[in-house]
């Protein structure tokens, strides 16, 4: 506390120093971008010598070629009232420079005399030291900082303010280093008919090899305050040209596009941390045969060998505390990938897997009460759970689970009144947070054609609320999906209380609430699942059963693939596929290669069956590729580890869930 207090008062003190003293302004009291000067305007060509380089993921300028007149400026451009360099004027400059020879002198910038060829001003580095050079009226001055340590191929900020006969130094914002000179800064160092050249001294030797990010005179003033403090001392900012700025891979097309490199470190195994400090770094993954490069926030593949689906292989046996309906799939940030299984059993309730060393474990028992589906969704930076219990009590309520990262535990957070809850979908419309349950059937008159509900997040609550209604025949899942600006909430119905053959219905988003868009027949359905292919829009219902009042007919029966029609605007059969019962369609993808695997679980006599993969063939819709025995399937998730890529289904007729690997070449 005591040396921040130090540092902050000999900061005031400077700038009281220099405010005092009482001078003629040549120029603006702005800060002055020497840098951006230098370069060339929007629609002129950038010059050959300069290259910009990113390094420890901050921007900077380089070099690259012989020293022109290119990048400098005269400096009237500057000294528009008067010819003379100010009196009081504090220097800013971010810069990264490698390891200096010995005897080597580097110039950050400086100011030549354009006939004569004699330096007026320079700001230059050596081995270990900053130097300020000035030759006043009768003789040439120097002042040398010494141990300042900028060469050390790091970014550095440095501040150099000059008033009167005292120089001080600050680097980094950190204590400033002060010197006293014979004679004070000259108060009439005339600069007419002399040039700015930033990072030379308009000579080939003396060129600067490293990079620079910003170069600002502020004339009549320590620029240190305006600075100092900050979070990141090293990349300080007071002015840096807009060009460091922006995105390279994305320029604006209003200013020169200069050559481009970033330093880059490829490394291998494991993928390494991916933050600011590692953008533009690159990452093999050996296994997967790609090459990445880190965006500050997540690794982006740049080059990566298409892979493509060979077999399909038994991965992992996965008992549950009994029978499972659903599993959900999803990621905790710095915890790792989980599965949620809503298990049949109330006594035993649902499990919370964590994937371990290559294969899920338990990690956390949830009381539930039949549960039939789970939906992982966040609001804000807060993760939830919602459980869809489908027991007939009374009341029947289904509850909302909140992560507690302190305990690394999810708590009951919310509950919601439903009525024979199968599904929950969870989504967001600007910036608004919506739950939307399907409720099946009310059990005190067993009733199917009831009101499924979506609530709203209440921000002030800070709890979910009913926004919207809508009437329902036996609700059995909900998937909501988004055509460019379009919402859309698509419901299977299963049964209407005297026949399965019965319209689903896709609602739109239409003045602040869901509207019917279309109705579409189905026979028993249980499951939407909406994907993309090649700019089209696909929408594929899971047929279970055809039940009427003559009675049952047979199991395998047609689920239906739809396709959104631009001409027609409604989504129009695209194919028909035989499935066996089917419960649950998952859309997924390997390489470039597409697929859907149907979910088959009864065909009237056997609950053991192939659930089969489908992979798309472009004119020829979906082919069958794999066969996968299965028992009692009820649900398949697609995921994706370091491990590699899997499949999972849940059965609803025994403890056992299966995984399996995906295969590639």
Known sequence: MLACCSLLLTWLLIATRVQSHNWRPCTDLLPLDLLARALPRPGQAPPTQVQMVQSRGSRGLRLAGAVTRGLSFPASQIFTNCDYFPAEFSLVATIKIPRLRQKRNEYIFSVVEERSDSLLLGLRVSENSLHFLSTPPGGRGRLSFKDVGLDDNRWHTVVLAISGQYATLTVDCGLPLELQQVQSFPSALSTRGSRFFIGSRRRWRGRFSGL????VLLPG????????PTCDPSLAELSVPPVLKSTPFQPDHQGPVYPYE????????????????????????????????????TWRTLLQTEQRLDYVDDYQDLYTSSETFDVELFSIPSEGLFMAAANRDSLSGSGVYKWRNGSFQLFQNISTQEARAWKHFTVDDKIFLVVANSREAEPELSVIYRWNRRRRRFLRYQTLETHGALDWEAFQIHNHSFLVVANHRRARDSNHNIHSVIYRWNPDTKLFEVNQTLSTSGAYDWEFFTVGPYHFLAVANTFDGQSTTISSTVYVWLDGGFQTFQDILTVGATDWETFQIDGRFF?????????SDGGLSPYSINSTVYELSALTQTFIRFQDILTHSAVDWEFFTIGDEKFLVV??????????????????????GF???HSLPTFGCRDWEHFSTDEGSFLIYSSATTRLSKVFKLKTY
Do not use: H
């Open 221 to 228: 003033s320590d620029a240190t305050p305006r600075l100092c």
């Open 262 to 297: 970033a330093e880059a470190r490829v490394t291998l195994g494991n993928p390494p941390p991916c933050s600011m400090l590692e953008q533009g770094q690159l990452w093999f993954d050996a296994e997967r045969k790609g090459l990445f490069i880190c965006d500050r926030l």
């Open 212 to 215: 620079l990010r910003q170069l």
């Open 623 to 625: 082919v069958s590729v």
């Open 539 to 547: 929408l594929a219902v899971a047929n279970s059963q055809k039940v």
């Open 599 to 620: 979910a088959n679980s009864y065909d009237g006599s056997s609950y053991s069956l192939n659930s089969v993969v489908y992979r798309w063939q472009g004119y020829e």
